[in-house]
């Protein structure tokens, strides 16, 4: 059985992760926004992926994309579907991706099912569509990926139409909670997303690997998934308020920074003692003073993920002038950081840095100087063969500082 990922705002960042993960040759995209997996859904590490925001298994491929010939077909499985759920109310959603269909026409079709059901006896209650697909928040308040629910996937693939069953979403609550309510955060230095830190991570440490893959499946119903210890740990150089050391611990690697401030270093012992109250894990951690740029770090690390430092910030668009300097005085101090750290590491050794971009109109960015010599630095640039190398750049429309992720391996 395959598993289906919806990718999320900036899809490159999502399937570029995926692709690290899993390999290039397991993936197939399905549209524009969304990516099979070849890999067995009880398998899939959904809780650790920064860039998918829903996670399906796939149950089957239907040869058309005619709405009322998979209505048709609906109706006629639906019935036998509901008899193997547990006893209680039955809770049925749909969505669809690509097909030529409307809100009207899909809420038609789930009130046909409904009837379907109901005259088995089963009772079920439709959630209603406020857009073609629902959202992650409708999705957990209405229970679609409990024991009683089932939402339907429907994803146009060419003159076919791929159906698949949600089985998790991102976990909303437990995001905002640890972006939002740690207790020390300081705007000035950046506030790395939480989704962004597990894409950064994910890309540094590559594929995982087989012994971190639990059987999700069989874990009983209500029980919370066991906290994997993979036996490899991150270093993150730059690591100001800790979001990345965070998302790493949660993902069960060991997690060592450091800062240049001891204000910072600070902040992050706060958060991640904070962390221990809410979730738990038991790979070691550790934070220390020091300068990126010439420190000698003594942690035993196996790879590095990292936002580095990204320049001043700007709420209205500077000059060119005041672009260029910034850029002069974030590229000298990565290049330090790059030149430091490559005496410090093995060959292969893999990075995956966070470094500033300045978007100076729709698309298009100013780039720091040191990408056009990383070769010279000692490193190789790691390509991608579902991405771009110019689409892994993290960005909204209005800002002006972006992030553009550089994947790396030391020669």
């Given at each position: 059985m395959q598993s289906l990922l919806i990718l999320g705002r900036q899809p490159a960042l999502g399937l570029a992760e995926l692709e690290s993960l899993y390999g290039a040759n397991a993936l197939q995209m399905v549209g524009n926004q969304t990516v099979i997996v070849d890999i067995d859904p009880c398998l899939l590490a959904f809780d650790r992926l920064g860039g998918s925001v829903k996670f399906c298994k796939v149950l089957t491929t239907l040869d058309t994309t005619d709405w009322r010939k998979i209505e048709q077909f609906l109706v006629g499985v639906a019935p036998g579907h509901s008899e193997t759920m547990p006893e209680g109310k039955m809770l049925l959603g749909l969505s669809v991706i690509g097909l030529d269909t409307n809100i009207r026409q899909i809420e038609a079709t789930g009130l046909t099912m409904k009837k379907a059901i109901r005259n088995t006896g089963r009772s079920v209650r439709l959630v209603p569509n406020k857009a073609l697909?629902?959202?992650?928040?409708?999705?957990?308040?209405?229970?679609?990926?409990?024991?009683?629910?089932?939402?339907?996937?429907?994803?146009?693939?060419?003159?076919?139409?791929?159906?698949?069953?949600?089985?998790?979403?991102?976990?909303?609550?437990?995001?905002?909670?640890?972006?939002?309510?740690?207790?020390?955060?300081?705007?000035?230095?950046?506030?790395?997303?939480?989704?962004?830190?597990?894409?950064?991570?994910n890309l540094a440490a590559g594929e995982v690997p087989e012994t971190a893959l639990k059987n999700i499946c069989e874990i009983p119903a209500g029980e919370p998934i066991p906290m994997p210890t993979l036996g490899a740990s991150v270093l993150d150089p730059f690591c100001g308020t800790g979001v990345v050391l965070q998302e790493a611990l949660l993902m069960g690697y060991g997690a060592y920074g450091s800062d240049l401030e001891q204000r910072m270093v600070d902040f992050t012992e706060g958060n991640l003692a904070w962390l221990k109250e809410w979730y738990v894990y038991e790979t070691p951690t550790g934070v220390i003073q020091g300068d990126a740029t010439h420190y000698k770090w003594a942690y035993d690390f196996d790879f590095v993920a990292c936002e580095t430092y990204l320049g001043r910030p700007f709420t209205s668009r500077p000059s060119p002038e005041i672009i260029n300097q910034t850029a002069s005085e974030c590229n000298l101090i990565i290049r330090k950081f790059l030149q430091n750290i490559a005496t410090q590491i093995k060959s292969g050794t893999r990075l995956c840095i966070a470094i500033p971009a300045w978007q100076n109109g729709y698309n298009q960015f100013k780039h720091l100087p040191l990408i056009d010599s990383l070769a010279d630095l000692g490193y190789n640039r790691m390509s991608f063969e579902h991405v771009r190398d110019a689409d892994l750049i993290y960005h909204r429309e209005d800002q002006i500082v972006a992030r553009q992720l550089l994947v790396l391996t030391k020669q």
């Open positions: 697909e629902l959202n992650s928040a409708q999705i957990i308040h209405n229970k679609l990926t409990g024991l009683n629910g089932w939402e339907l996937v429907f994803i146009r693939d060419g003159n076919k139409t791929v159906v698949a069953q949600t089985v998790k979403v991102q976990d909303i609550e437990s995001y905002t909670r640890r972006d939002r309510e740690r207790p020390k955060r300081d705007s000035k230095v950046g506030m790395l997303p939480p989704k962004l830190a597990q894409i950064i991570i």
